[in-house]
């Protein structure tokens, strides 16, 4: 048994990393109780889980609350210390694609319903999932994310997940919605559902007063880029993979709601407003690397730029970028650069101290 929870986070405040906030240290201690029930020795022998007769108790921590709250860091700091091996943590949508692929699969052998073996191999090797960001979008997901967890829950996985809504909120709106209800029951049966009503927004707390904008290019703009990016990430990341349509866009530096990519990552390549309405639906801050200044040949990237950073700008996300030049001066002739002034002024507006502060919860 490692140190409790709370007594880490206490060190973190007093090492100056972390400020010290009453709702998330409390918040900690759900944590800490489920962390002691993942650490308990385990009972032995065929049959005796079904023979417990004590009731099971819920399955773990439904934590929501508003942007930049702290909910990913508590969830972090609780994956990175539960003493088992058996544990895992995904971004949910990045997990609901693998589920997807694995249902795609079953079904190709002659079961009468896939999502059984499919709950049955991640149960197998896996006591706890943390998924950071649950939210469902996807009608294919909505349909089978209750019987999925169900049995997930049946075979005493817990679950520990962060979300920017509560239960009742997911998939507003969604089509069919009807169907989808048993599995917000289910999460309010089997998960202590808690919001995280933390005294700030740390994420925008640390930005505030802090230049986003860094030019000319060079050794020293990369540097001061890594060094924010680890600041935010404490050195985390993961690829997520956003589908539109039939297409993937990939982003392979992601980490809580914040994605880190080049220029030419999303400006190089043949992609329209729908992978960047994706994008901005994924994160809450964006690193971009590398802005070029653009001559009169580049007038596709100068436009899906334009059409980048109006959807960043219309999705209130932050921007951390590094370009050649200031904003005014990154396209100055060629096809579009007259309506270039605007995404100008867009940049410098994204690079007050308040941007992003009121961005709505998707
Ligand atoms: N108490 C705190 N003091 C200082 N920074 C914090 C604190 N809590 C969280 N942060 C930092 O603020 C940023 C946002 O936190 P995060 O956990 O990603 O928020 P959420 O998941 O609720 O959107 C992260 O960089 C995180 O490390
Ligand atoms: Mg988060």
Redesign the pocket.
């Known amino acids: 048994m490692g140190q409790h929870l709370q007594a880490i986070y206490d060190t973190r405040v007093a090492e100056g990393?972390?400020?010290?906030?009453p709702a998330?240290r409390a918040a900690l201690l759900h944590l800490e109780s489920l962390r002691g029930r993942l650490e308990a020795p385990q009972r032995k022998g065929l049959l005796s889980r079904f023979k417990r007769s004590e009731p099971v108790g819920k399955q773990g921590l439904y934590l929501w609350?508003?942007?930049?709250?702290?909910?990913?860091?508590?969830m972090d700091l609780f994956h990175t210390h539960v003493g088992i091996k058996e544990r895992r943590r995904v971004h949910f949508h990045a997990f609901m694609q693998e589920v997807q692929a694995a249902l795609h699969e079953a079904r190709k052998t002659d079961v009468d319903d896939a999502i059984k073996p499919v709950a049955a191999a991640i149960a197998r090797n896996t006591r706890l999932l943390c998924f950071d960001e649950m939210q469902i979008t996807d009608i294919a997901d909505a349909m089978i994310v209750g019987r999925l967890f169900q049995q997930l829950f049946e075979a005493g996985v817990m679950v520990v997940t962060?979300s920017n809504r509560h239960p009742s909120d997911l998939y507003k709106d969604g089509l069919n919605r009807q169907l989808f209800l048993p599995f917000i029951d289910l999460l309010q049966d089997r998960l202590e559902v808690e919001q995280?009503e933390?005294m700030a927004d740390?994420?925008q707390?640390?930005l505030a007063g802090e230049p986003v904008y860094f030019c000319p290019l060079g050794a020293e703009a990369t540097k001061t880029i890594d060094a924010i990016w680890r600041?935010?990430t404490?050195g985390h990341e993961e690829e997520l993979c956003l589908k539109v349509k039939a297409r993937e866009v990939r982003l392979p530096r992601f980490w809580?709601?914040m994605a880190r990519a080049s220029f030419w990552d999303l400006c190089g390549q043949p992609l329209g407003p729908g992978d960047y309405l994706a994008l901005v639906g994924a994160v809450?801050l964006l690193v971009l690397e590398g802005i070029p200044r653009l001559d009169a040949s580049k007038f596709n990237e100068a436009k899906r730029f334009v059409t980048l950073v109006d959807a960043l700008y219309e999705g209130q996300v932050r921007l951390i970028a590094t370009a050649e030049d200031e904003p005014e001066r990154l396209y100055l002739e060629g096809a579009g650069s007259f309506e270039f002034e605007r995404t100008a002024s867009r940049l410098r507006e994204m690079q007050g101290a308040d941007w992003g502060a009121n961005r709505e919860t998707l």
Not at 17 to 21: H, M, N
């Open positions: 990393l972390l400020r010290p906030d998330q609350g508003g942007v930049g709250r702290g909910k990913s860091m508590l962060t995280l933390a740390y994420r707390d640390r600041d935010l404490g809580a709601g809450e």
